[in-house]
């Protein structure tokens, strides 16, 4: 058994408060919270200077693109980082499998307890089943030629069922509006059933994506036609979010988002990713437009971000919104645990296991448990 106290304690399903004490049984399960040290009857309190908080949720993360750190360049934009992606598989299994293991150890010291992972392999599994973190992995579908729909979701159906014959959360999801024609778009509709809970899709990650559908010009509009996208594309879709209409509105994670337009935020759940957005297309989000209580955060992929840390993440959004310490830390915790399904965590509730950090200030943590 552990009590736990610091200057404060923040449960994130209640207020703040001020040197509340956090019990924990010897699992790490959530017993009580007292609102004053002088109501904890023990000699084992341990006291420490900061806050204390629930372990972060990684809303959305390419584990399997760690070996990618740096290769590709700054500030190019998102058809220049498709091309470094591009270079994925021209490593081998042993330089991706240590790749992933050291990213998967970088999360757990920065106080990340789950994750919101895209797959496309199965690279990342063997790690996966060690159980370290808890992951919901979304298997990313992409594919712009419709006589390549049934070979294309035929592969994906096969790594999800390899996930979840591993104990993992596993769903089919689209990649992007502009890289899944609609009948591709209408097999993963399809593909979900009683076991999945969400999807995921990157939405309106760069300007030229809102182009693509408003306007039928750009720089995507360019290269979907070089590379002999289905014209069903752009011509089906005026705007990035018609493709939730198209997914029967299923339970939806929208990743970047760091071109949407008020009028266009729905009542799903929406990622940011800070950190990627200012390596990719050097932009971010506008954060009033949206629900603080339906905003996520992830850190996109080594590929895009120096690090996967969610602090770092926090100390972004702080920068560039009005959000209260509160507010950030649900973010950060309990949107994110809501959205992938994760009962557990996010708060410090009884009967849960969220994990603990320390935050000295919104540049140093310490997992407490």
Request: glycine residues 6%; hydrophobic residues 35%; charged residues 25%.
């Amino acid at each position: 058994m552990r009590f736990l106290t610091a200057n404060y304690l923040y449960p994130l399903n209640i207020s703040p408060i001020k040197e509340g004490v956090l019990q924990l049984s010897d699992t790490g399960e959530v017993i009580n919270i007292f609102e004053n040290r002088n109501d904890v009857f023990t000699e084992k309190l341990e006291i420490f200077d900061g806050i204390l908080c629930p372990g972060f949720v990684n809303a959305h993360c390419h584990l399997e693109l760690s070996h990618l750190l740096g290769k590709a360049e700054k500030g190019k934009g998102l058809l220049d980082f498709i091309g470094a992606i591009q270079q994925r598989n021209s490593y081998s299994a042993i330089e991706k499998q240590i790749a992933i293991n050291k990213a998967e150890q970088q999360m757990i010291t920065n106080g990340i307890v789950a994750v919101g992972d895209i797959c496309n392999t199965t690279d990342t599994l063997s790690q996966k089943q060690k159980r370290n973190l808890k992951y919901y992995n979304f298997i990313e579908v992409f594919g712009v030629e419709d006589d390549l729909v049934k070979q294309i979701i035929s592969v994906a159906k096969y790594l999800r069922n390899q996930f979840r014959k591993a104990g993992q959360k596993a769903t089919i999801s689209p990649h992007a509006p502009y890289s899944v024609p609609p009948k591709l778009m209408e097999e993963i509709k399809n593909s979900f059933s009683t076991e999945d809970e969400l999807m995921t899709i990157h939405m309106q990650e760069t300007k030229h994506e809102n182009d693509l559908f408003e306007y039928k010009r750009g720089s995507f509009y360019n290269w979907l036609k070089e590379i002999n996208a289905s014209p069903e594309v752009w011509n089906y879709r005026t705007k990035s979010n018609s493709v939730l209409e198209e997914l029967g509105n299923k339970k939806m994670l929208l990743v970047h988002n760091t071109f949407a337009k008020k009028k266009n935020v729905t009542e799903n759940y929406y990622c940011t990713c800070p950190k990627a957005n200012l390596y990719i297309e050097n932009a971010l989000p506008d954060y009033s437009i949206f629900d603080a209580d339906k905003l996520c955060v992830g850190t996109d992929s080594l590929a895009s971000n120096n690090s996967l840390s969610i602090l770092e993440e926090l100390n972004i959004i702080q920068e560039n919104s009005n959000f209260d310490l509160n507010t950030l830390l649900k973010i950060a915790c309990k949107n994110g645990a809501e959205a992938l399904g994760f009962e557990k965590l996010g708060t410090f509730e009884k009967g849960k296991i969220p994990g603990v950090n320390l935050i000295f200030d919104l540049n140093e943590l310490k997992v407490i448990a």
